[in-house]
């Protein structure tokens, strides 16, 4: 009765610990521009501002979908280089 009710528990947290790992994503980014001037309609646009027009920000993400770090792109006023920010 002891061996039966030690498998059943075991063959519980196996298959939870298996759940676990199929919920968890994979380490990515997500990014947001920041148009600065209006009368961009539509994404070939966008994609040819130059970079006083737009702000571009990149938060890094883990497996668990929480921010690791945030990067601004040549968002620095004196020489236009990345500002990176860990996450706490």
């Known amino acids: 009765m002891l061996i039966k009710n030690i498998k059943s528990i075991f063959l519980i947290c196996v298959i939870t610990l298996?759940?676990?790992?199929?919920?968890?994503?994979?380490?990515?980014?997500?990014?947001?521009?920041?148009i600065k001037i209006s009368g961009v309609a539509s994404d070939g646009q966008i994609n040819t501002l130059q970079l006083p027009n737009i702000q571009t920000t990149r938060v890094f993400i883990d497996g668990l979908g929480r921010p690791v770090q945030s990067v601004a792109l040549q968002a620095s006023p004196v020489n236009n280089k990345d500002i990176v920010q860990p996450e706490a």
């Open 18 to 34: 298996m759940s676990l790992h199929l919920f968890a994503q994979n380490p990515g980014f997500v990014q947001t521009d920041v």
